[in-house]
T-cell receptor, first 110, second 114 residues
Framework: DAKTTQPNSMESNEEEPVHLPCNHS???????IHWYRQLPSQGPEYVIH???SNVNNRMASLAIAEDRKSSTLILHRATLRDAAVYYC???????????FGTGTRLTIIP | DTGVSQNPRHKITKRGQNVTFRCDPI?????LYWYRQTLGQGPEFLTY????????KSRLLSDRFSAERPKGSFSTLEIQRTEQGDSAMYLC????????????FGQGTRLTVV
């Protein structure tokens, strides 16, 4: 499994963009980069995934470095509901075995 | 269908007792996963099923743990002779196999072994 490095915690002001970084320098060529988040007292929820190209969906954007050794999850306008632990997970696309690390705890300041 | 359902939500048991948890996945999903999460850590993979076949088990799944998905629908996770170290949140997830899928997680069963 590819190892990941994420900041333990980050803070952001409400209604401002948030950039959550992830280093995954040992990622294999066939690994996708998944992002999940876990709100307090909830199970994890899918945010976004990508392979090589930048990706956008209704929740977030994913910017993937050209060498694929790092990626950044972008929340364009943070709300209080975005306060959660965000996990960056390199792995096979089929979700056979998601290897969560400790993630980044995001705090949103009103 | 309102998502992945897990029961019970909370379970307190005495050390040495057996416990069983149930997971009802999203109805059309053929894959089902079990994870365990302790305080301050991310979820750890335990096992997964495709239909009724158990395709992979983590070495975390000791011989006291057994999981079943008898008809390819709901699944049960049983822990025999519980130990205090088994105290954790047990999470179930389901997904479709193939491309452009995501895993949907339940809210988990919190087990406390006293």
């Amino acid at each position: 499994d590819a190892k990941t490095t994420q900041p333990n915690s980050m803070e952001s002001n409400e209604e401002e963009p948030v950039h959550l970084p992830c280093n995954h320098s040992t990622i294999s060529g066939t690994d996708y980069i998944h992002w999940y988040r876990q709100l307090p007292s909830q199970g994890p929820e899918y945010v976004i995934h990508g392979l090589t190209s930048n990706v956008n969906n209704r929740m977030a954007s994913l910017a993937i470095a050209e060498d694929r050794k790092s990626s950044t999850l972008i929340l364009h306008r943070a709300t209080l509901r975005d306060a959660a632990v965000y996990y960056c997970i390199p792995g096979l696309f089929g979700n056979e075995k998601l290897t969560f690390g400790t993630g980044t705890r995001l705090t949103i300041i009103p | 269908d309102t998502g992945v359902s897990q029961n019970p939500r909370h379970k307190i048991t005495k050390r040495g007792q057996n416990v069983t948890f149930r997971c009802d996945p999203i109805s059309e999903h053929n894959r089902l996963y079990w994870y365990r999460q302790t305080l301050g850590q991310g979820p750890e993979f335990l096992t997964y099923f495709q239909n009724e076949a158990q395709l992979e088990k983590s070495r975390l799944l000791s011989d006291r743990f057994s999981a079943e998905r008898p008809k390819g629908s709901f699944s049960t996770l049983e822990i025999q002779r519980t130990e205090q170290g088994d105290s954790a949140m047990y999470l179930c997830a389901s997904s479709l196999s193939g491309e452009n899928t995501e895993a949907f997680f339940g809210q988990g069963t919190r087990l406390t072994v006293v």
